[in-house]
């Protein structure tokens, strides 16, 4: 029978989420040049603390949070656009990424991967779940940004 200390000791042992190197601070509270400088910091560290990036794990949650603000505060500056709907594509958070990428307008050649992936996860979801409409809209979408051969490969099964 394990006691109450090898049982904490076991939950401690598999908490993969690690304290943030940085003390967290409230983006309301911070300029937009602040948050967009925090969530770049975040976003290093996430990269190395995490093997795979989600928005569900701390420091890449930190990390876009703050880039939102930067975007929201200063919605005319494209660079915390873009930032942001990067971090949203890397944390594979697909729509909110897709809508990033659609409100930037034009995008650089290495934006268009980045958005055409975010089609590319948005139309296999949607052909998942039978709406072959909407797989076909994103695909369109996508191969105005980049073609791929996931986009290549969604298309052939539709209809």
Known sequence: MLTA???????????????????MMDPASM?????????????????????????????????????????????????????????????????????????LGDLNDTEKQWASLSAAKLAYLALQRGDTTSARMYVEKGMSWADSASLQSIMKRLP
């Open 31 to 103: 300029s937009a040049e602040q948050n967009y400088a925090k969530a770049q910091e975040f976003a290093v560290q996430a990269d190395v603390a995490y093997p795979v990036p989600f928005y569900d794990r701390t420091l890449w949650k930190a990390a876009v949070d703050h880039s939102y603000y930067a975007a929201s505060m200063e919605a005319a500056n494209r660079d915390y656009n873009a930032y942001l709907a990067q971090l949203y594509t890397k944390t594979q958070w697909w729509v909110n990424a897709y809508n990033a990428w659609i409100r």
């Open 5 to 23: 200390f090898a049982l904490a000791g076991l939950a401690a042992a598999q908490d993969t989420t690690p304290a943030p190197t940085t003390q």
